[in-house]
């Protein structure tokens, strides 16, 4: 867990140029006040020794924000509508699964989709780089049971199970893919009650995401980080998402700007060609420019990229009437 005391001396190690922007600026305490531990117990696969939890303030010198590394108890923070309207959104940071964007892809966007009246939970999971056990695994066990929990406290989170989406972020875009196409895929023996519910989501945002790991000529960082440098052939086909497309599979919001750097625009275009081919309903906005991990509010104000948040709320609105018609 992360103190104000723990940001204060993150905050300390900064350059001084930098140090001087992130004191400028409000801290940001992770977890927030209502959070939830994912696992009761140790998580699957706990190494020894354990993760050094290592949150730092970091990004752009200019406007730095919170990363985290070594996660040992993974958790949801819980950022709730002041009008809900009974939506929720699971939201999954990227950090090219090395670290976790937990402030720009996850608290920024709970400030951007609670006005809407979407109650928001920002996962911080564990990274599969760190030591566990099935690495490859770690991230989708974390994103299955917050799936699952949120389902099962709906009602003391006043959201309705049937409208719960996930939306990812880069490496967090790829974790959000893997639970859209494999929600059911069994990676960790259930524990409790509430493994008995459906970790599918109802719907899925795509925010410059990685998708496939299968392509070499696509293989970076995110692919390294989860798979290791030896995977088993098994485990890369069952991580590289866009065949796993089915007629079933959620419906899906896209949202790339074709100048990414980083995750290339053909992620998307992969998986859109497949939920297309398998009559997947998709939206996806295609941005001129906009770079990677603009998140939901580092894109300069009257640019497109600034607007995926509000097309998202109109687009969720819309696939979720739908389904209640």
Same mark, same amino acid.
């Given at each position: 867990?992360?103190?104000?005391?723990?940001?204060?001396?993150?905050?300390?190690?900064?350059?001084?140029?930098?140090?001087?922007?992130?004191?400028?600026?409000?801290?940001?305490?992770?977890?927030?006040?209502?959070?939830?531990?994912?696992?009761?117990?140790?998580?699957?696969?706990?190494?020894?020794?354990?993760?050094?939890?290592?949150?730092?303030?970091?990004?752009?010198?200019?406007?730095?924000?919170?990363?985290?590394?070594?996660?040992?108890?993974?958790?949801?923070?819980?950022?709730?509508?002041?009008?809900?309207?009974?939506?929720?959104?699971?939201?999954?940071?990227?950090?090219?699964?090395?670290?976790? +964007?937990?402030?720009?892809?996850?608290?920024?966007?709970?400030?951007?989709? !609670?006005?809407?009246?979407?109650?928001?939970?920002?996962?911080?999971?564990?990274?599969?780089?760190?030591?566990?056990?099935?690495?490859?695994?770690?991230?989708?066990?974390?994103?299955?049971?917050?799936?699952?929990?949120?389902?099962? !406290?709906?009602?003391?989170?006043?959201?309705?199970?049937?409208?719960?989406?996930?939306?990812? &972020? +880069?490496?967090?875009?790829?974790?959000?893919?893997?639970?859209?196409?494999?929600?059911?895929?069994?990676?960790?023996?259930?524990?409790?009650?509430?493994?008995?519910?459906?970790?599918?989501?109802?719907?899925?945002?795509?925010?410059?995401?990685?998708?496939? /790991? +299968?392509?070499?000529?696509?293989?970076?960082?995110?692919?390294? !980080?989860?798979?290791?440098?030896?995977?088993?052939?098994?485990?890369?086909?069952?991580?590289?998402?866009?065949?796993?497309?089915?007629?079933?599979?959620?419906?899906?919001?896209?949202?790339?700007? /074709?100048?990414?750097?980083?995750?290339?625009?053909?992620? +998307? &275009?992969?998986?859109?060609?497949?939920?297309?081919?398998? !009559?997947?309903?998709?939206?996806?906005?295609?941005?001129?420019?906009?770079?990677?991990?603009?998140?939901?509010?580092?894109?300069?104000?009257?640019?497109?990229?600034?607007?995926?948040?509000?097309? &998202?709320?109109?687009?969720?609105?819309?696939?979720?009437?739908?389904?209640?018609?």
């Amino acid at each position: 867990m992360i103190s104000r005391r723990t940001l204060i001396a993150a905050t300390a190690a900064l350059p001084l140029a930098t140090r001087a922007t992130a004191q400028a600026r409000p801290q940001t305490p992770w977890p927030p006040a209502e959070h939830v531990k994912l696992w009761p117990g140790p998580p699957p696969g706990a190494p020894n020794p354990r993760p050094r939890y290592a949150p730092e303030m970091s990004g752009n010198p200019a406007d730095p924000e919170l990363w985290l590394r070594g996660v040992v108890e993974p958790v949801i923070g819980v950022f709730r509508a002041e009008r809900p309207d009974g939506r929720a959104v699971l939201s999954i940071p990227g950090g090219g699964y090395g670290f976790v +964007s937990i402030e720009n892809e996850g608290i920024d966007v709970a400030r951007a989709l !609670n006005p809407q009246g979407i109650t928001v939970f920002a996962l911080a999971y564990r990274l599969p780089g760190e030591g566990w056990a099935n690495r490859a695994d770690v991230p989708l066990q974390d994103a299955q049971r917050a799936m699952r929990l949120i389902r099962a !406290n709906a009602a003391r989170y006043a959201i309705d199970p049937t409208r719960l989406a996930a939306l990812g &972020f +880069s490496a967090g875009g790829h974790l959000a893919a893997a639970l859209t196409v494999g929600h059911a895929d069994r990676v960790y023996a259930p524990i409790d009650a509430a493994d008995r519910q459906s970790a599918r989501p109802d719907a899925t945002g795509l925010v410059y995401p990685v998708t496939r /790991m +299968s392509d070499p000529r696509t293989r970076g960082r995110s692919t390294d !980080n989860l798979l290791g440098p030896t995977p088993a052939p098994e485990t890369v086909t069952r991580y590289d998402t866009p065949p796993r497309v089915r007629a079933d599979t959620p419906p899906l919001f896209i949202a790339h700007a /074709m100048d990414d750097p980083a995750a290339r625009v053909e992620e +998307s &275009f992969a998986i859109l060609a497949a939920a297309r081919a398998a !009559n997947v309903p998709v939206e996806a906005h295609l941005f001129e420019r906009g770079g990677h991990g603009f998140g939901a509010r580092r894109a300069a104000e009257g640019t497109p990229p600034r607007e995926w948040p509000h097309l &998202f709320d109109l687009w969720l609105r819309q696939r979720f009437n739908r389904t209640a018609a």
